[in-house]
């Protein structure tokens, strides 16, 4: 999907310069040329071949997203996922991501699971997303997404694919009674930031043997 959403909005992003640059010309012979500028307004600046052209990328993006959640239902009879109608800038996409994912599309995301899992009986559970793609599934500590790939820089130093260990935090939010859905992101980074102290002193209990001498 990400493939389609980047292409169109490339398309988009050209043929609106494109629009631009001829709203100005318009703009300049409108008062001596009307009879032109009507034209122009007419061949060059309409609208029915782009909305034809929206109509069909919508179905095309609908398809792929209900094809993809019927998919996961197919496996799955408890399906784990942030909530996508929040209107904050979710922080657990790439930044690649965060720039194709369109509210509209979030929104087909969110009502997709939504209708495909009640209409075939598989459980939506909505948990809170804060920090499941900055943190390591193995350890609990914080580190870096770059790119496609995770680096536990505080912890334990695992290298992952930065997706799959965002699926595995989120997956674990299910029984985090700590961490539940209505807890600020602030107050989860604290959390967070506690657990991994703990595991680290709980990693060497030497250290912290001398400490208390
Ligand atoms: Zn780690």
């Excluded at 034809?52 to 919508?58: F, M, Y």
């Excluded at 179905?59 to 799955?76: L, M, Y």
């Excluded at 979710?90 to 969110?110: I, P, Q």
């Amino acid at each position: 999907m990400g493939e389609v959403l980047s292409k169109e909005s490339d398309y988009l992003k050209s043929k609106y310069q494109r629009r631009n640059k001829i709203k100005a010309v318009l703009e300049k012979i409108e008062p001596n040329n009307p009879k032109k500028a009507k034209r122009i307004r007419k061949h060059n600046l309409g609208r029915k071949k782009l909305n034809r052209r929206k109509k069909r990328h919508q179905a095309k993006v609908e398809t792929i997203v209900f094809t993809a959640v019927h998919r996961i239902v197919d496996k799955a009879e408890t399906i784990v996922c942030e909530d996508l109608t929040k209107n904050f800038r979710s922080r657990n996409y790439s930044k690649d991501a965060n720039r194709r994912l369109s509210g509209w599309v979030k929104g087909l995301m969110a009502s997709a699971i939504e209708v495909v899992a009640s209409r075939r009986g598989s459980r939506v559970v909505l948990i809170n997303a804060a920090y499941t793609s900055q943190m390591c599934s193995k350890c609990g500590c914080l580190g870096k997404r770059s790119g496609d790939t995770f680096h536990c820089t505080k912890g334990c130093g695992a290298v992952m694919q930065a997706d799959q260990n965002a699926a595995v935090n989120i997956l674990a939010r299910l029984d985090d009674k700590e961490l539940h859905r209505w807890l600020p992101f602030t107050r989860v980074k604290q959390v967070l930031l506690e657990r991994c102290r703990r595991s680290d002193e709980a990693a060497h209990p030497e250290f912290q043997l001398q400490l208390s001498l």
